[in-house]
């Protein structure tokens, strides 16, 4: 099967032979793993390689040469994996196409990565997890509130008891609970703006805190 265009910029599909698959009347065409779309007089037609008729939805589930068209829906997220849905609710899938966990597994899944290392932050009702890779448990459910990947780095942000912490993708705790309402901007030099008492302005306190020295630098 090979794509080919006239004169015109008119594309369609034709065989080793010559032989005309589809017609060259197509405005584009573009190939998703195993699977075409073609627009053609204004309206998209989604094919498999054998020129068979798929859903548009069966198109778009699929990434790459992964299968993804048993989901309802598939976008890619960060380290290669696949964010998944079906009405169970959200998955992860893996660039192999193996699935990291079910839908309905958890409510919500993030993937967070940092140079070779990578973490799950996963969520049941309104508690979070830490998981490995390898989905071993590095931090259990109801250790704290809540873990975001708030910062796009190997650092998490952590509530408890409306208090806010950071801990690195291992579980070390490198801002203790307890001392800050807020926690600002982090930077990789070490050195992180946390704020006590954010909602009465006259008193507000903001420090900058040393994570790598597990101290407040002097005011």
């Given at each position: 099967?090979?794509?080919?265009?006239?004169?015109?910029?008119?594309?369609?599909?034709?065989?080793?032979?010559?032989?005309?698959?589809?017609p060259?009347?197509?405005?584009?065409?573009?190939?998703?793993?195993?699977?075409?779309?073609?627009y053609?007089?204004?309206?998209s037609?989604?094919?498999?390689?054998?020129?068979?008729?798929i859903?548009?939805?069966?198109?778009?589930?699929?990434?790459?040469?992964?299968?993804?068209?048993?989901?309802?829906?598939?976008?890619?997220?960060?380290?290669?994996?696949?964010?998944?849905?079906?009405?169970?609710?959200?998955?992860?899938?893996?660039?192999?196409?193996?699935?990291?966990?079910?839908?309905?597994?958890?409510?919500?899944?993030?993937?967070?990565?940092?140079?070779?290392?990578?973490?799950?932050?996963?969520?049941?009702?309104?508690?979070?997890?830490?998981?490995?890779?390898?989905?071993?448990?590095?931090?259990?459910?109801?250790?704290?509130?809540?873990?975001?990947?708030?910062?796009?780095?190997?650092?998490?942000?952590i509530?408890?008891?409306?208090?806010?912490?950071?801990?690195?993708?291992?579980?070390?705790?490198?801002?203790?609970?307890?001392?800050?309402?807020?926690?600002?901007?982090?930077?990789?030099?070490?050195?992180?703006?946390?704020?006590?008492?954010?909602?009465t302005?006259?008193?507000?306190?903001?420090?900058?805190?040393?994570?790598?020295?597990?101290?407040?630098?002097?005011?």
């Amino acid at each position: 099967m090979f794509q080919a265009e006239n004169s015109q910029g008119e594309m369609g599909i034709i065989n080793a032979k010559g032989e005309i698959l589809y017609p060259l009347t197509a405005d584009s065409i573009e190939r998703r793993g195993d699977y075409l779309q073609i627009y053609d007089a204004g309206e998209s037609y989604y094919y498999d390689l054998k020129l068979n008729a798929i859903s548009a939805d069966q198109y778009w589930a699929s990434e790459g040469d992964v299968d993804l068209s048993k989901y309802d829906y598939a976008w890619a997220v960060d380290g290669g994996y696949y964010s998944v849905g079906t009405s169970a609710g959200q998955g992860l899938v893996d660039s192999n196409g193996k699935e990291v966990f079910a839908p309905g597994q958890y409510d919500s899944i993030s993937v967070c990565v940092d140079g070779s290392t990578t973490v799950f932050v996963v969520n049941k009702g309104e508690q979070s997890a830490l998981l490995s890779a390898s989905k071993q448990t590095l931090v259990d459910f109801g250790t704290y509130d809540s873990i975001m990947n708030r910062w796009n780095s190997n650092l998490l942000e952590i509530r408890k008891n409306d208090t806010m912490g950071v801990m690195d993708y291992s579980g070390k705790v490198l801002v203790p609970l307890g001392d800050y309402d807020e926690i600002g901007n982090v930077n990789q030099q070490g050195y992180i703006s946390a704020v006590s008492d954010p909602y009465t302005p006259g008193s507000m306190t903001s420090v900058l805190y040393a994570w790598r020295a597990g101290k407040n630098l002097p005011g």
